[in-house]
């Protein structure tokens, strides 16, 4: 599979659905929605970013300087957005960071490390809404109801907590296990298959497979009721 006829299809896809998104709302309200998705902004870099330099970080530590070389051992957002991946996001709920690239034979134990790096970015993303979810506690039990009714206070509150969803999404969605995500990965490496033909020819034909259930609803129909699961725990601590 070319790589351009996946680029030039996934184009297509962002912007359909976002045409659907501003039909939903930004057409009649185009104000309102602008500084909805504005908000939501702060935690998609955090996350995108974060998760892929999660990945560099674990795959550096554990002996290959292929991240490192490439300069994505930083936090800096620059190193790690794809502009393409921000537009689904942003648009469209869904969305992915440049992947951070491996030699796994520098590794040590590669498929005991292969896992660590793949599971590195979904427990980044984890740890972030755990880590805004404190902060969020704090920041209410601080101010009562005041920050979520206040100016500047409500939109910070609301920051925080889109920065809490965003990360459970980005962590449920690459979990789905479909390659290139983090959780064919996982499992690949986990029941021991990843240098197997198997692997690649599943792998040849994952990104498009992806499509197809992003297309038809399926991604939305598994992280959506993980997600909301998710966020009611987050309610009922604050």
Same mark, same amino acid.
């Given at each position: 599979?070319?790589?351009?006829?996946?680029?030039?299809?996934?184009?297509?896809?962002?912007? $359909?659905?976002?045409?659907?998104?501003?039909?939903? %709302?930004?057409?009649?309200?185009?104000?309102?929605w602008?500084?909805?998705?504005?908000?939501?902004?702060?935690?998609i870099?955090?996350?995108?970013?974060?998760?892929?330099?999660?990945?560099?970080? /674990?795959?550096?530590?554990? !002996?290959?300087?292929?991240?490192?070389?490439?300069?994505?051992?930083?936090?800096?957002?620059?190193?790690? #957005?794809?502009?393409?991946?921000?537009?689904?996001?942003f648009?469209?709920?869904?969305?992915?960071?440049?992947? /951070?690239?491996?030699?796994?034979?520098?590794?040590?134990?590669?498929?005991?490390?292969?896992?660590? /790096? =793949?599971?590195?970015?979904?427990?980044?993303?984890?740890?972030?809404?755990?880590?805004?979810?404190?902060?969020?506690?704090?920041?209410?039990? =601080?101010? !009562?109801?005041?920050?979520?009714?206040?100016?500047?206070?409500?939109? #910070?509150?609301?920051?925080?907590?889109?920065?809490?969803?965003?990360?459970?999404?980005?962590?449920?969605?690459?979990?789905?296990? $479909?390659?290139?995500?983090? %959780?064919?990965?996982?499992?690949?490496?986990?029941?021991?298959? !990843?240098?197997?033909?198997?692997?690649?020819?599943?792998?040849?034909?994952?990104?498009?497979?992806? $499509?197809?259930? #992003?297309?038809?609803?399926?991604?939305?129909?598994?992280?959506?009721?993980?997600?909301? =699961?998710?966020?009611?725990?987050?309610?009922?601590?604050?």
């Amino acid at each position: 599979m070319r790589r351009s006829n996946l680029d030039i299809t996934m184009i297509v896809i962002i912007v $359909v659905l976002a045409f659907s998104s501003l039909r939903d %709302g930004g057409f009649n309200d185009p104000i309102t929605w602008l500084s909805q998705k504005l908000i939501i902004l702060p935690g998609i870099v955090i996350g995108l970013s974060l998760h892929e330099f999660a990945h560099a970080v /674990v795959a550096y530590k554990l !002996g290959d300087p292929t991240p490192k070389m490439q300069g994505r051992v930083t936090i800096n957002p620059l190193a790690h #957005i794809d502009w393409m991946g921000l537009a689904a996001l942003f648009f469209c709920g869904f969305g992915w960071g440049q992947p /951070v690239q491996i030699n796994p034979f520098n590794f040590r134990h590669r498929r005991r490390d292969e896992l660590c /790096v =793949a599971l590195a970015g979904v427990v980044m993303n984890l740890l972030l809404a755990v880590l805004f979810t404190i902060v969020l506690k704090v920041v209410t039990m =601080a101010t !009562g109801n005041y920050a979520m009714t206040a100016g500047m206070g409500q939109i #910070i509150w609301y920051i925080i907590y889109y920065t809490i969803q965003i990360n459970l999404v980005l962590m449920v969605f690459n979990l789905i296990p $479909v390659p290139p995500l983090d %959780g064919f990965n996982i499992i690949a490496q986990i029941f021991n298959f !990843g240098q197997t033909e198997t692997y690649w020819n599943i792998y040849r034909y994952g990104s498009w497979i992806l $499509v197809a259930i #992003i297309i038809f609803g399926i991604a939305g129909m598994i992280i959506a009721p993980c997600v909301n =699961a998710m966020m009611n725990v987050v309610w009922a601590i604050l």
